[in-house]
């Protein structure tokens, strides 16, 4: 099996780039792992809404239908992108699993699936993005404990956990949400583990969205930036200290630029620690048979442990070379820059902005660049 171009992975990203790749007269094959286009906005939890706006949030080529309102609903953004699919009438292939890529001697590339065929390419984009693989620390003891403990990918909605103590890991927006959505859905207590505090933001103030203030505010530099951010904090978020969550210590800015970090907006998690329907507690430590040990010594016995610990890229699986990717396993080239000739990365880079506002934008430089390479002919030389 062969094609000129391919992209792996039928989220956002790899439907934007092959949209805009026909826009410019290339068609491309995409595989996708799952069973569907969007497979993973199709596992996020049931309350999900998008943090951005319905119309900074649309894929180039298609706006997201009114209807939706301002901040589209899980199910509503994956009916978006199987329309988006269908109006760009993309090849996309299904239960097709790429478990290795390698460089072919041609200057391709030859992409091994899983059942043992083999996909072979000139050019190659990658966008399964950096939420791939769920990642859940190897806490000490953690074998051992007889609760149930799953990942915040595998949380759908309360109702499983009603009238249990439920030990949320993790206050990032995932995490946030669940807590609230437990504390709502009958849980008879949910705790929220905190290692490091989160910046939080309102998503609306004013009518005014916090993805604004992302885009006007952040090509500043830290040193304006983070004093400004956390102002606006102090202005807008009421002091959770006395609720057992500090204020955080470096700047907003300073944490995207080493270690990719969004604020927390807020869609309830304020309320909820404010009433002491959600508790914030020290980071996880270990796990005992019957309980959780806290890095301040104390414990808790959870029935449940929802860990919203983020992911990993998974990209390391995929490819040998290692110079590709840095230290957390992201690609050291992204956003439309190749990383070789004839391989893209889409979907990695991080932004006040909002996600899918940057991946409208990087689909349309992957696209051009890799149009003109068609276009020209150029061999995928990397030198090897």
């Known amino acids: 099996m062969f094609s000129d171009v391919t992209i792996v992975g039928a989220g956002a990203a790899g439907l934007a780039v092959a949209a805009q790749l026909k826009r410019h007269g290339v068609d491309s094959v995409v595989l996708e792992r799952g069973d569907a286009v969007g497979a993973s906005w199709r596992g996020r939890y049931d ?32 009916s978006y992108l199987q329309a988006y699919a269908e109006k760009f009438d993309l090849d996309v292939r299904t239960g097709t699993t790429v478990e290795r890529v390698e460089s072919a001697s041609d200057g391709g590339w030859s992409l091994h699936l899983a059942g043992g065929a083999t996909h072979r390419t000139r050019t190659l984009v990658i966008a399964i993005g950096y939420l791939h693989t769920p990642l859940i620390p190897d806490w000490p003891g953690r074998e051992s404990w007889n609760g149930q403990l ?24 995932s995490g946030a949400e669940i807590a609230s959505d437990l504390a709502e859905g009958g849980a008879a207590s949910v705790s929220l583990a905190v290692r490091t505090p989160p910046h939080i933001v309102r998503r609306t103030v004013a009518g005014w969205p916090a993805q604004m203030n992302g885009l006007l505010l952040g090509g500043l530099p830290e040193r304006i930036f983070d ?5 606006l904090a102090r202005v807008e978020i009421p002091d959770l200290r006395p609720y057992g969550l500090s204020r955080p210590v470096v700047g907003l800015k300073t ?35 019957d309980s959780v040990e806290l890095a301040d010594g104390t414990s808790l016995r959870p029935d449940a442990v929802v860990a919203a610990t983020g992911y990993t890229t998974g990209l390391g699986e995929l490819f040998d070379d290692a110079t590709l990717f840095d230290s957390d396993g992201l690609p050291v080239a992204h956003a439309g820059v190749p990383a070789w000739p004839g391989l893209y990365f889409i979907g990695y880079d991080v932004t006040l902005g909002g996600m899918l506002r940057q991946i409208r934008i990087e689909a349309q430089r992957v696209a051009q660049h890799v149009a003109r390479s068609s276009h020209h002919g150029q061999p995928a030389d990397r030198g090897l």
């Open 255 to 289: 944490r995207l630029r080493t270690s990719r970090y969004v604020p927390l907006q807020d869609v309830g998690i304020v309320a909820d620690i404010q009433q002491r329907r959600v508790k914030p507690v020290a980071a996880v430590q270990s796990f005992t048979l």
């Open 227 to 231: 004093p400004v951010a956390a102002g």
């Open 150 to 173: 799953i990942h915040s990918s595998q949380y759908r909605n309360a109702e499983p956990f009603r009238g249990k103590d439920v030990l949320v890991v993790g206050p990032g927006n």
């Open 47 to 78: 309350r999900l809404r998008l943090h951005t706006t319905r119309r900074l949030s649309a894929l180039p080529g298609l706006a997201m239908p009114r209807e939706f309102g301002r901040w589209v609903r899980r199910d509503d953004l994956v």
